[in-house]
């Protein structure tokens, strides 16, 4: 294989890693990029250097963005008293699609789980209860997704906000056992959001 193969093959390698990419995929990609090099790769490859020098965790939120603190923590428009608790990011970037949350999130980074080693000083558990206190939230929404370690992890993060004068609701209609929330709909995360109840 010439110098030329070995580069390209690593290219497709490297993509087949992405969530959603196989290889069959991934070459399909490839080919596509070499093709349309000035049009689709020379661009991705700056947008993907200037992605990895800015990108960064927001400071308060967990979100990701260019900046210390992100534009939603920041947005003036926000109702401060409402703060919806996701996994990650993809699971905050789907609830924005729905447009129906107007107020502010925490990314865990994750979700309790026995068989990973993973507890709550692993996520930012400690820091939601700092926020909690500290921001007068008056209602904590559990965004978490509908499976047995969401579910272990919400009803911890509820134990663990009891002591505290706040209201902890989930999610409900719309959201199937075993569901993730990336994966649905903007109107099933609105109907959920709308229809949450208390933990």
Request: glycine share 10%; aromatic share 2%; hydrophobic share 45%.
């Amino acid at each position: 294989m010439s110098e030329g193969g070995r580069e390209i093959a690593q290219l497709i390698d490297l993509m087949a890693k992405l969530p959603g990419l196989g290889p069959r995929s991934a070459r399909r990609a490839v080919l596509t990029m070499i093709k349309k090099r000035e049009l689709v790769m020379e661009p991705l490859a700056r947008a993907l250097a200037e992605v990895s020098a800015h990108v960064r965790e927001c400071e308060r939120c967990g979100n990701i963005g260019t900046a210390r603190v992100c534009e939603i923590c920041l947005d003036p428009k926000r109702q401060a008293a409402g703060l919806c608790v996701v996994e990650d990011v993809a699971d905050l970037w789907a609830m924005e699609r729905g447009r129906s949350f107007r107020g502010r999130y925490h990314v865990l980074g994750g979700v309790l789980s026995a068989l990973d080693g993973v507890g709550p000083d692993e996520l930012r558990i400690p820091e939601l209860l700092h926020r909690v206190e500290a921001e007068g939230t008056a209602e904590v929404i559990l965004a978490l997704n509908a499976t047995v370690d969401g579910q272990t992890t919400a009803h911890y993060i509820a134990d663990a906000l009891e002591a505290l004068p706040v209201q902890v609701t989930s999610l409900a209609q719309g959201v199937p056992i075993g569901g993730e929330l990336d994966y649905l709909d903007d109107g099933t995360i609105a109907a959920a959001l709308k229809a949450r109840k208390a933990l």
